[in-house]
């Protein structure tokens, strides 16, 4: 099982989310995070003062998946965040090695998505 | 037209559609130049003294929204402005009626503000004052939508909406105006006891906590305000400053609703009346702080705003009867009293505002206070009642505004009780467990009352740019910008 | 000293500066005693109503900040103030002059409010009253300002603020006192075809409504409003509880917008301009809500407000001219058409808050009803027009009003159309996809309207306490702690 | 009963106890219907306009609030609160008397507004007008608080909560009522000089702003204001909409704040005041934008609203003295002032509002403003000072202008700072670094002023349901749901 | 050492929290996330137009432990997170290669957490 | 590569930040957590009632490096998150196995940090 998680546009959730549920992909988890990277930082002014502020607003994607799933999800993000200009964000992939259902108590990947076909009418 | 009127309003409203008689006559008055400025001088104060009381509902609204939880806020709009709404129409059809007509136990002249002929043997009681009729309306009305707005105090964050709906109709039309008329509308316990209230801490601040506590014995408390155990918990509010400016309001709301209860100016009275309510509120602030400071070790910012209410809420009742030097003293008291009675009540029954002990039992406590404080000039200026227990000695007066007291719970509590009864077994009082952890708003209204707080992006749900459009980005204007080059 | 004023205000001011002929008279006459007390009578009231009108700008920021995004929420602050301030001075210097001094077309008297001789011959429209012309200045003045604030409903998150800056200075200088001085300033509409318009459902809601489509049309919809296949998005905004304050304060200053149009108090009529308005809202919000719980079965917080606003819009044309009885119609007719009118228009063109619907649909909508309702006594008394349809049976007014409404919109909409075409063909219209998506605040302003919402401990950036200062760590007094003693 | 009264507010309430004069007189008067029209008809006006300016109170604590970080939010409302009722108490204790009585230096009589006998040659300053004395407590009483708001500007976020009240004790019962009463309460800088100040740019700002700077530089700057290298850094506020709401309530109440000082209607002077007020306060707007832009190049929310306020202050003292088409050179150059004494104050102490330049430096300009452009016939009509520069061509009236100033300036600085150096050596002034880092609504008030977003789901801490009482889980009404079958 | 991941209700979290530090794991994180699963999408209206809400608001829970102590942590947090209905979560396990106390610099796993009878304390 | 998660106090953020950045890791991302440990809980009053929050404003730091930088950037976070009392914090250190760019697509190490000059200068 590995963890997939992606640092985005807020744009960029919502195609992302509507991809991955169609792949069978329905469970996530987003957060809101402030990031840094090569994106220019913005001067913003208060009373007079200055003061630099070099944070963006970020989502930050999180998504466990078995671990022959990790390119598929990989692949329906890069599609959909990227628009080619600084700021698009990262994909990491980290080793998971344990998951369990709370509802059920079960354990194993099979907790981690619901199956295609379950999903494909999900979106229907 | 009469078709239009029936077909729009029922046929209650035929009654509205006659000639226009009473605000004709102002007007032929005025055309024949014979309208004194009296009219005009009275009506200019009560109607300033309206809109500061009609403002009071911002002051409730908000100080019910920071005392809510964010899921919850918004539903306080829709319910401040639906409450409002029919308080109007209900009081124009037949509350004002019900309250200021002649009659021991209730008026029966005026629906719809109609065909009433002299305004001034019409409603009696207002006769001290030759202020419009409409004029008069207003600040009645206002005075009832205040008493309603008092009633859900006790219910936030789980009462289903239509609930407001129902309850309004039968409290503005009917209960409202019959135990306001009792008070202080010329019924029996104004004009045959010498019962003394003179804004309405009993006719409309104990009136609307009554209906508090009907409602609230049948709805029960928030999800998670009592642990398995039956202990409280707290449940925060989400704003202080929301709270603070529902104070600030209803605080500045006061000053019309109390010096605008001489419902004129000319007799020079209501500035005093204005000086006695501020320094009650003031001392009542001061009270509740100290005492809850006394009793929890900290500065109750919570306190702090519901002691100003519960001072301004006793101090009503008095306001036209005492002396300038007897308003800190009762307000003082209501101050001490709002923190002790909230955290007792608050041990057994949920009252998330303190709508309970800040206007009722503190509209109790005003209510008693004229029978110790009432000043023999004002007793004898406003022709009710005898002075109080510090000048007569005499427990006479207190009796009487006690037994008003009993006398005006007991009616509300039992049609309030019956109405939310009849109510819970037909339409439901309560949202479901999901609903009220979902919150109001979302399950209520479909939408949250601050929906960046629960939705990511909400503007870009199901929304995917083609392609093509992604417009150039540039940098933003207001920002100079230092750029860390491409690796 | 001249000097001083025309480096400062330029050539223009130069009138402002001979001597304060009309201020000195009232001065002179109070001097001698021979002010009539109806002066100080009149201008009391009509100076509260315009400071209750002048309340309602408030009110507007908080309805549009509510419904903004959190992140284009303090743009609204700026532009509210400034767009008030130029109303100020450019109404003193012009539009008080063009709306009420005298002639068919436009008024040409009474520049920076000076050198006019007898105020009731200089602006005799406004002559039934006795009011000061400082105080009748103040009233129309807050007026200009609420249509003013009207045109930038639409407009929200994506114009630039330049734009009103400059569209302001046109509209308190020319459009609108020439529009309003047609319907309600003595201008021929007025006068010549006996057009009814009490307090402005057409002068003041249908003018602001008519400036605020000319500029949407050439502003275009939010980013994310429309997706790729043209289906409207919600962009909710993010806070409701700021908006139902908005709604309540308006609805507070409408008891002075509409009561207040009566000039004056001395013949009574304000009160009942009052009720009526009272009546109307009241119904307004009921039929707003019911509507949209039909149509989309929820109770739609916003659309309570709306349907406020709606109603209090559409009573404000008849409010003076028709009987009680009528308002509850009119106020729900106004209600049904919010919700419906919301819905279609959303389909296609974006507006944020609603406003060409509440101000230019229920306007038209108000002012058609004084063809249909407008009473006799009243037609009479205000000796404008005819009584409506139901009295007359004659479509006559109707027509009139009809005329009325279509000159108005037409000659604002050019007007309104032609100024915003110049602004974007030079100066722009509107901010780059990066500054719409970063918002106003940030990229029009340097510093969010919620900084903490977007920087982290931003008073800590850049910020390295030298290594010394760090200073002791204490418990914090309010809390009493438990101590996990370090393993 | 007198025990009940001295035991309650000791000794000096003795007085207070006393069968009640002059409230009597008046009702006497009313009863034997000799009591003239006049009186409530300024009575109304100057009730109106004290209404107004305790609406300010609102004002004062939103613009700070807004400018506070969320953790310090609702510490402000408590704030308010108490020193609103403090300031009622102590200016009805002997403020009022202080302040009005008979004196050159100080009044002496009116204690508790009793026993003074004829109120008119009790408190001659007032004498031009006959409204109740009632009325004129509440319109100098709302000064005071104005006065005592002013002063917390500058000690946002850091200052112990005890501060507040000790110093309210004294300045509402001795600061202000003594140098208010030399300025504008018929002491010697207007009885014996011709100090012109109409409402109070001295005498109300300029004095609350002096307490400001007194505590200021005893509490110094907040943590992380200045770096290490000393430079100063932004602190922003955490809610530009609630800075705008309290602007706009400011810029309301002003209506009341300079008009009212006519402290009467009859005379027809208050509609002009307000127009003189309004033109200035809008030139603030435009100007202040103006400088900021220049200065820093963004249109910079909070200078827009500290112009609007700055230009009000500057107004303040010349709004009854002074021709209209000067009022916005007044307020233009007030709003030049306040961005550049922001930067230039910022950069050495920590005012966090602006408020020593919005209402010191600006009240001083506006000081001195009447004796450049104070009007012959309104110099004759107040019967104080003489015309101003512009048109004597003499700089005596400005000399006493600033005579007044500087006098006024040095004894409410000696005697604040001796105050807070008091309080610092026993009480204390600053709460520690931990209580200022954690915020002061949890470490002074024990709950934070928006707990949900600094506590997670708070109701539910401590909490555990018993299993057996998990509600069944339904669907939200408001939301029609799409199932997704479990795998 | 191994992270601790866990998805879970708000309601679930303090029940969690108390079993943990009664059993020696004060040290915790937690965050607000917004999840999707199998959980229902809520349908919201705004002025007519309708959106599908797909996340449900979560809590985030984070808490580094010993090996060893993996399973106590995990069956605390099953125990109380579990209602039995969708929208329950998952608790994912991670590996964790190093960790410091920043306060005294040390490394390794006794930083992680106090000791058991110091925690029983604690809450005694 | 190697993810670093660091909890620590929101004072302590800026001073790491900028030596990152001197350093040459520009890119990271922090977000909002409570967070629980060995410091002491707020009793917090409402209304009467007491509620004891365990719980204190932390900032999540998250930034994943290069294997090799890892001691560089847990030093840096050592250095400024400091001040010896209760409440510092924790560094956690994680394995990630991929990581891809999403403006361009690229993955592996080079993607995840700028080269030290160009940050120097970034600084200047
Ligand atoms: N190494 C990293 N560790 C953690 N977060 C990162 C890292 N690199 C990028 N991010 C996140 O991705 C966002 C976009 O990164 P940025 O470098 O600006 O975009 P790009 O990679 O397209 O140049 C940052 O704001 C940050 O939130
Ligand atoms: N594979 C996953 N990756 C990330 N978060 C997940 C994953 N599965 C579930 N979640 C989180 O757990 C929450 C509950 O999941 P859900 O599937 O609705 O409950 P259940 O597993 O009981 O059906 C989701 O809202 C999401 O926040
Ligand atoms: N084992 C852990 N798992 C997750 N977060 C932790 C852990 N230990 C500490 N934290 C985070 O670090 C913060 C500070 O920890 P604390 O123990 O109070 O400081 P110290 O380690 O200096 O005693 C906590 O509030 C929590 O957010």
Known sequence: MKKIEAFIRHEAFEPIRMELMGLGFPSLSISEVKGSGRQKGITERYRGAELTNWLRPKVKLECVVASHDVQTVVDAILKHARTGQIGDGKVFVMPVEEAYRIRTGE????????HPEVAAQATA | MRRIGTALLGVALASAVLPAAAHADTLDAAGNGVLPDSVAINSIWVMVAALLVIFMQ?????????????KNAGTVVAKILTNF???????WACGFAFAFGVGDLMGTDGFFLRAYGDPLEAFPVMGLSDATIETKWMFQFSFCAVSLAIVWGTTLERIKFGVYVIYAVVFAGLIYPIASHWVFGGGWLQNNLGMQDFAGSTAVHLIGATGALAVLLQLGARRGKYGSDGSPRAIPGHSMPFFGLGVLILWLGWFGFNPGSTLGALDGRFPEVALVTMLAAGAGVLASIATARWKTGTIDIGMAGNGAIGALVAITAPSGYVEPWTAPIIGAIAGVIVPLGVYAIDKKIDDPVGALTAHGLCGVWGTLACGIFTSPRLAEYNAFGDPGLIYTGSFGQLGTQALGVVTVFAFVF????????AIKKTYGLRVTADEEEAGLDISEHGMYGYPEQFIPAPELIGYSPAPGNVPPRETPRGATTKEVPVA
Chains 1, 5, 6 share one sequence.
């Open chain 2, 85 to 91: 709404s029919i308080a109007g129409l209900m009081y």
């Open chain 2, 58 to 70: 911002a002051g409730f609204a908000f100080l019910e929204i920071g005392f809510s939880r964010a």
């Open chain 2, 414 to 421: 039992t049609l309030s009780y019956l109405t939310f009864f």
């Open chain 1, 107 to 114: 354990s194993g990947e099979e907790t981690l998505q619901a």
